[in-house]
């Protein structure tokens, strides 16, 4: 079955930290892997998209790491600002369709001063 | 227009009564979704439109859920005969292409909210 698994369900931390949010899939055959960002009451936007042959990329402090091997991803967020509250939530395509996206629960951020 | 647009944001409906909810994609966007979104939940796919057509509908709950998009740019969900599990926030997206599960960016409106009494 298709599913992509997110951890942790929610998070908080200070200002200024770091974290790391985790994406597990079991997406096949695997094309592409997105992470989105959504604030509170608004649609999601992209911060990053990875293709099967990529590892990292990264947008701004925002740098998402691929295992296509192990089908793991990270997204990890480097000093944290209160801006940065909101769900993250990892996406994943599928070669064999041209639209389909399977998306995640997503991980909620609170980030406190 | 700058984005994808919504309408209405927010929307109240009585148990029973129909709704439409409206969807400016960004101009000359060819790719259309509709999807559902549950509190605390990911989207769910609902529909999908290249242009005027309406290649995937498998995601739509049930009979009661309707969707169009006629002349190839906005578009229309209507639900009809509202009841409770139909409240959730209902995003519409573009993208610029038809394939969109390489690398075509994907564009989301901000929802609209729907809530069943």
């Known amino acids: 079955k298709n599913q992509v698994e997110q951890s942790p369900q929610s998070l908080i931390i200070l200002e200024g930290k770091n974290c790391t949010l985790q994406c597990n899939y079991t997406v096949s055959p695997f094309s592409n892997l997105r992470w989105y960002k959504q604030d509170t009451g608004r649609g999601p936007v992209s911060l990053t998209i990875m293709t099967f042959s990529e590892n990292t990329k990264s947008n701004g402090r925002y740098t998402a790491t691929l295992d296509a091997d192990t089908k793991q991803s990270s997204l990890h967020i480097t000093a944290s600002q209160l801006s940065d509250s909101a769900s993250y939530i990892c996406v994943v395509g599928r070669m064999d369709s041209s639209y389909k996206l399977i998306f995640g629960s997503g991980t909620r951020l609170l980030v406190r001063p | 227009g700058a984005g994808v647009s919504q309408s209405p944001r927010y929307k109240v409906a009585k148990r029973g009564q129909d709704v439409a909810l409206r969807c400016d994609p960004i101009?000359?966007?060819?790719?259309l979704f509709w999807y559902q979104q549950a509190l605390g939940q990911g989207p769910e796919f609902l529909t999908y439109?290249?242009?005027?057509?309406?290649?995937?509908k498998s995601g739509l709950p049930s009979d009661r859920f309707f969707a169009e998009r006629p002349e190839g740019s906005v578009s229309t969900l209507k639900i009809q005969r509202t009841q409770q599990e139909d409240s959730a926030v209902y995003l519409c997206a573009s993208s610029l292409k038809r394939v969109i599960t390489n690398t075509g960016e994907l564009f989301f409106g901000e929802g609209s909210r729907l809530t069943v009494l």
């Open positions: 439109f290249q242009n005027e057509a309406q290649l995937d």
């Open positions: 101009s000359g966007h060819v790719s």
